[in-house]
């Protein structure tokens, strides 16, 4: 990647503050929401209940505004996928197998068409995450919600000795494993780029089989094919790449992450970093860059485990404290 946003530049870089979201102020948000009611959670990605000899896992969330791509093209066939996945992954990234999943659809106006298609991406991504769906909920608030909302919960179990310990371990090496593309995390930021001097309905630049609107909605990936291989090959803690970028590693502990044989980032963000002048430190700070999951594990164990899955050798955990990855020093 080049950075775009270098002194001099015509155009003013884009920051995903500047749209709107500042990661740094919605974590000191949910601490407070945490503060305030006294929860302390037991993973990074899940919340954990004891009932005996197994945890019980929650773990909730939502597409974002990838809802508004596939609004403007017309296109809701996938979203559901992603909203499978962006709750599944955060199980599978605490070490926690997926079992059930509900789902909230939140919407101004009842519309059969929509809501069809929406269940049709969510019965793929329950298939993929063999996973059960118990139930959920459509409620139609014309005066709360402009157009539609999609979230959804997903509970898993794990026995107690299947949990990861959450924190890597200086020698370890880290394993990364490709994304899909842009996932359901950065698209405000994405969105005001790529809509600078393009409509969603132009083909892809890059890739013109397809409009820019439909790669953009390429649904998140599902890692849920991972934790057997994971708990194989005693990986110590992972990293679901999703909002915050890069950074999520450091949930793995306080380390230095030397990432010196990252896996290549798609067309997207080239595209992306290109229309709207983003740096290359705001681009690895908000997106997965074409890795959507990473995985810490002794040295020793990691051949075996990209032998046996998709994934690659992308470096290695270090005295320190930030991610250095193609040049920059994240903290």
């Known amino acids: 990647m080049t950075d775009h946003a270098d002194e001099g530049s015509d155009t003013e870089g884009l920051t995903y503050a500047d749209t709107g979201v500042d990661i740094e102020a919605s974590e000191d948000a949910t601490a407070a929401l945490l503060e305030a009611f006294g929860s302390d959670l037991t993973t990074e990605y899940a919340g954990l209940l004891d009932i005996g000899d197994r945890y019980l896992a929650l773990a909730t969330d939502g597409v974002g505004t990838k809802l508004l791509v596939a609004e403007a093209i017309e296109d809701f066939s996938t979203i559901g996928i992603d909203c499978i996945a962006m709750n599944v992954n955060d199980l599978v990234a605490a070490g926690v197998e997926p079992v059930a999943f509900v789902d909230y659809l939140a919407i101004d106006e009842p519309d059969d068409a929509l809501t069809n298609e929406i269940g049709e991406g969510l019965a793929v991504g329950l298939e993929q995450a063999d996973l059960t769906?118990?139930?959920?909920?459509?409620?139609?608030?014309?005066?709360?919600?402009?157009?539609?909302?999609?979230?959804?919960?997903?509970?898993?179990?794990?026995?107690?000795?299947?949990?990861?310990?959450?924190?890597?371990?200086?020698?370890?090496?880290?394993?990364?494993?490709?994304?899909?593309?842009?996932?359901?995390?950065?698209?405000?930021?994405?969105?005001?780029?790529?809509?600078?001097?393009?409509?969603?309905?132009?083909?892809?630049?890059?890739?013109?089989?397809?409009?820019?609107?439909?790669?953009?909605?390429?649904?998140?990936?599902?890692?849920?094919?991972?934790?057997?291989?994971?708990?194989?090959?005693?990986?110590?803690?992972?990293?679901?790449?999703?909002?915050?970028?890069?950074?999520?590693?450091?949930?793995?502990?306080?380390?230095?992450?030397?990432?010196?044989?990252?896996?290549?980032?798609?067309?997207?963000?080239?595209?992306?970093?290109?229309?709207?002048?983003?740096?290359?430190?705001?681009?690895?700070?908000?997106?997965?860059?074409?890795?959507?999951?990473?995985?810490?594990?002794?040295?020793?164990?990691?051949?075996?485990?990209?032998?046996?899955?998709?994934?690659?050798?992308i470096g290695r955990v270090q005295e320190g404290d930030a991610v250095e990855i193609r040049g920059l020093s994240l903290f």
């Open 133 to 313: 769906l118990l139930g959920g909920e459509t409620a139609v608030m014309p005066e709360v919600v402009t157009g539609f909302d999609l979230a959804g919960t997903c509970a898993g179990l794990a026995g107690k000795d299947e949990i990861l310990e959450g924190k890597a371990e200086v020698g370890d090496a880290l394993v990364g494993f490709p994304s899909n593309g842009i996932h359901s995390n950065g698209l405000t930021l994405a969105r005001e780029a790529v809509t600078r001097d393009h409509e969603y309905a132009e083909p892809f630049p890059l890739n013109p089989e397809v409009s820019i609107g439909e790669e953009l909605l390429r649904p998140t990936r599902i890692y849920t094919d991972l934790l057997e291989p994971m708990r194989a090959h005693d990986v110590r803690a992972a990293a679901h790449v999703t909002g915050g970028g890069w950074t999520n590693l450091s949930r793995m502990g306080e380390h230095r992450y030397v990432i010196d044989d990252p896996l290549p980032a798609q067309p997207i963000f080239e595209f992306v970093q290109s229309e709207g002048d983003v740096s290359d430190e705001e681009m690895h700070r908000t997106f997965n860059m074409g890795t959507g999951f990473v995985v810490a594990l002794p040295e020793e164990q990691a051949g075996s485990l990209v032998a046996e899955t998709d994934g690659q050798v």
